[in-house]
């Protein structure tokens, strides 16, 4: 794959600050530039995009059908309520990796639905920054 797009929804600006004992202690730009370094790793242009709205998460996912080959998708508190933001990816036709940094199974039952799971091609929850990762790593190895 030559390009990834890494999109954070809202409230993951504050990681590193923002419940550490949930989300952990790294912030979002040290995040960022190890999932650039592992996109080098494997000559792959990795784009960073946060945004705490709606509308700016499905104009980042329009905008990477033109450009990626992929994503890699943090959807935060939209995870449980946007069908716009499903509608979104099911009309780039790239393939998404849903990812979560703690894993919402183990909290409150709210969290246990996602809206977007069944379009993705995949998930990954409860690895601390480490979903972030291996979500770009599923993209990049699969065939």
């Known amino acids: 794959m030559n390009a990834i797009l890494i999109l954070h929804g809202p409230n993951l600006n504050l990681l590193g600050s923002r419940e550490p004992d949930v989300y952990g202690a790294m912030t979002l730009e040290e995040i960022n530039m190890k999932l650039v370094e592992l996109g080098k790793s494997f000559g792959t242009d990795v784009k960073c995009v946060q945004s705490n709205h709606e509308g700016v998460l499905i104009d980042a996912l329009h ?24 509608d ?34 995949g998930k990954v ?10 979500g770009l790593r599923a993209l990049l190895e699969a065939e």
């Open 63 to 86: 905008e990477a059908r033109g450009w990626a080959n992929g994503v890699v998708f943090n959807p935060g508190g939209y995870t449980h309520t946007s069908i716009a933001l499903r």
């Open 88 to 121: 979104a990816i099911v009309a780039i036709g790239i393939p998404v990796v849903e990812v979560h940094l703690s894993n919402v199974y183990a909290r409150e039952k709210f969290r246990h639905n996602s809206m977007i799971s069944a379009v993705c091609r």
């Open 125 to 134: 929850v409860g690895f601390g920054w480490n979903s972030y990762l291996l």
